[in-house]
């Protein structure tokens, strides 16, 4: 019918006297054997949702009600297939599940960075502490600035997450990329070993 030539792309003439199998993508040939069981034993199938395959080759989620079609003997002569394209609705129900995972990663982060920030604080507070009880000449002052400028690097790697997570917000601005990779470089020559 005009429904089906619409949905499939193939006018009546390409279809008629075709075997169903002319819609069925390859793994999916054993549903019509297992559909057709179903209808010889006076059962009927609804709102089956499956993927067919369309004249121009593309596959399309569809959803089959499938009945027996009696003749006045109340014998069962045939089936009648209505399909209808749900792949529109499938498309949008994947686009929302997409969203979903991006909101839990969000929640997620915001929680992550929430607690991490908790951490920061400590170890901020009992350095800049430390700090003050050892005095400039301490050598160990500066290994405690080390630690307040990494703890501050890493509040700011926070306020991203929470930012990301829609609970902060970004601030753009110019960035001093000698200045952050000098700071960061006594880190890095600690923690790799010398060979």
Known sequence: NLGAEQIF??????????????????????EESDIMERIRHGGLVKHFETLRRRKDGKEIHVSLTISPVLDAAQKIVGASHIARDITERRELEEQLRQSQKLESLGVLAGGLAHDFNNLLT???????LMIGDLGKADPAGARLDEILRASERAALL????????????????PVNLAADVAEVLPLVRTSISRL
Do not use: T, W
Request: no cysteine; net charge positive.
């Open 122 to 128: 400590g170890i901020m507070g009992n350095a800049s």
């Open 9 to 30: 792309g193939y006018f009546e003439a390409e279809a008629v006297g075709q075997h169903i199998a002319l819609l069925m993508p390859a793994d999916r040939s054993h």
């Open 158 to 173: 926070v306020r991203q997450m929470l930012a990301y997570a829609g609970k902060g917000r970004f601030v753009v601005g």
